[in-house]
Each structure stands twice: as C-alpha cells, then as structure tokens.
C-alpha cells in the first residue's frame, strides 16, 4: 500500500533505436536500473546507482553484389561500488536473495551478473548465404572480485574471458545450413583456474 515494497526487486529501463536507411546505419542502446530511487535528490546525485547499460550499432556497406555487415556492441552490469554503504545490489539478484532464473537457466543479459562485455563482428552477406567472424570480450563476476578476492590481496586478477570465431550459414536448396567455430581463452575461471576452450557447431 506505500507504493515501496522491500521484497519486491523494482527494475526500471529505457531503450532507444535509432536507423538510417539511406546509410545503412542503426544505433541502439538501453540504460536500465536495478533498484528504486528513494528520493529526487538522490537520483540527481547517484542517477549511476545499481545502473546497467547497452551501447551497438550495425552498419552495411554495399561492396559489388555483397553486402559487408560491421556490427559492434558493449554491455556493462558492473557495479561501481560494491560495498556501498547504501546497498547495492548485483544487477538481476537482490539483498532478500530474488534472483531472475527460469527452472535454473539464468534471464538476462547473457554475460551475467555483474560482468561487462564487448564484441566486434563482421559479416559479408551475397545470395549464397553469409560468411563471416567475431572477437569478444567479457569480464564476469565484478562484484566478487572486488568484495572477496581484491581484499584478501590473492594473488588472482579479474576473471576474464576473450573468444575469436569464424561462422557462415549457406543456402542449400530449402535448408539453411550453419556452422561456428571458436577458442576461447578464459582467465582466472571462477577464480580458480585459467583455462582454454574450444567450439564447434552445426546446424
């Protein structure tokens, strides 16, 4: 009946698109943020608290009968300051433990909580199909570095992640059939172990 409830997680996000198609230019993003406001005051001095943020773009170019796709895009759920005073809670969890997963598989950006990541793609598109790769970058689990790892002074760095791959989809009469192939390269795992990683998929 106050309008504030505590065990409720109160998310609230915009998101923007803009495209030019005499250019072949589309800019997106989305900025959103975990918890309430309590005030007007606050949210003029803290408009950063609990926030999270989506930046891309995608743009094509015309090269003879192909098209040339360059898409770019980074994600930030990091939290600035992980030991806030205030509370500040790990994007898509909150402090009465409300998490947002469906039968375990976690919703949400796809680098989970409190990771930021960036990739960069790019595509040729001609009547055979598509043909093309990508490199990313994730950082994960921010929080935990920060509140756990980093005062303990282990010897550990952040865990990260960079990944390189090549994929193509091609039109075989009325199938489209797909492959992907990455590494990965994964440092400090869960703070545990720096491992490699390989993929290979096909549809």
């Not at 995608?58 to 098209?67: A, I, L, P, S, Y």
């Not at 500040?88 to 990771?115: C, E, F, K, M, R």
């Not at 192939?181 to 290979?200: I, K, L, M, V």
Request: proline share 5%; charged share 25%; aromatic share 14%.
């Amino acid at each position: 009946p106050t309008g504030n409830n505590p065990n409720d997680n109160q998310l609230a996000s915009v998101f923007g698109r803009w495209v030019f198609p005499a250019s072949g230019l589309e800019i997106y993003a989305e900025f959103g943020r975990e918890d309430h406001e309590n005030s007007w005051e606050m949210l003029i001095r803290e408009p950063d608290h609990t926030r999270a943020y989506l930046l891309g773009l995608q743009k094509v170019f015309r090269r003879g009968d192909r098209w040339v796709r360059v898409h770019a895009e980074m994600t930030d759920l990091q939290i600035l300051r992980p030991d806030n005073v205030r509370g500040n809670p790990v994007y898509y969890t909150h402090s009465n433990d409300l998490s947002y997963t469906y039968q375990g598989q976690l919703l949400g950006a796809w680098i989970g909580p409190g990771a930021d990541g960036q990739l960069l793609a790019v595509d040729v598109f001609d009547r055979k199909g598509r043909i093309g790769g990508y490199v990313e970058r994730v950082r994960r689990n921010e929080a935990v570095y920060w509140t756990t790892i980093d005062p303990q002074q282990l010897d550990i760095s952040h865990d990260t992640e960079l990944t390189a791959a090549v994929r193509q989809v091609f039109f075989a009469g009325p199938v489209d059939v797909s492959w992907e192939a990455g590494a990965s390269y994964r440092w400090n795992r869960d703070f545990f172990r720096t491992e490699p990683n390989f993929r290979f998929a096909v549809q």
